[in-house]
C-alpha cells in the first residue's frame, strides 16, 4: 500500500481518526439531547481515545506492506473509524422515575468538551496545512 508522506503521516492520520471520532461523539450526544424525555432511554458515551492509542503505538505501525501482485487479490483496506469508535451506555447518574438517565448538564458539558477538543484539532491540521503551503511556495 503506497502512502502520501505529506498528508498520510502519523499525525494526519492520528489527527482524521480523532476528529471522526469526536464527530461521532457529537452525534451520540445530540442522539441522547434528542431522547431526552423519551422514556427508557439510556444515555450513550462514544470512546475511542485508548483505541487510537493502540493503533498508533509503534508494535501497530510495524505491519507488513501488502503488495497486489495478481488482478484477483484484493486491495487492503485501511481500518475505518468505526472499528476505532465503541458506543456504551453511559454509567452512574440518576435513572428517573420514567427509566430515562439522560442528563442536560452532563450532556452540555460533553458537547462543549468534543466542540473544544475538535476546533483545536482542526487548528493544529489547518496550521500544519499553512506550514507545508508556505514551504512548498517558497522553493
Not at 502520501?4 to 480523532?18: E, V
Not at 438517565?101 to 475538535?118: C, F, G, K, M, S
Amino acid at each position: 500500500m503506497m502512502i502520501d508522506p505529506i498528508t498520510n503521516d502519523s499525525s494526519f492520520y492520528a489527527a482524521r481518526k480523532a476528529l471522526d471520532g469526536l464527530s461521532r461523539r457529537q452525534e451520540q450526544i445530540g442522539q441522547n439531547l434528542a431522547n431526552v424525555d423519551t422514556p427508557d432511554y439510556r444515555a450513550k458515551n462514544v470512546t475511542f481515545e485508548s483505541a487510537l492509542r493502540q493503533a498508533l503505538s509503534p508494535s501497530a505501525q510495524d505491519e507488513i506492506d501488502l503488495t497486489l501482485t495478481r488482478p484477483m487479490h484484493l486491495p487492503v483496506q485501511e481500518s475505518d473509524s468505526a472499528s476505532l469508535t465503541q458506543v456504551s451506555l453511559r454509567c452512574g447518574g440518576s435513572v428517573r422515575a420514567d427509566g430515562n438517565n439522560v442528563d442536560i448538564d452532563v450532556e452540555l458539558t460533553q458537547a462543549t468538551e468534543t466542540e473544544l477538543r475538535y476546533e483545536t484539532l482542526t487548528q493544529l491540521v489547518n496550521k500544519k496545512f499553512s506550514l507545508l503551503k508556505q514551504i512548498a511556495s517558497s522553493r
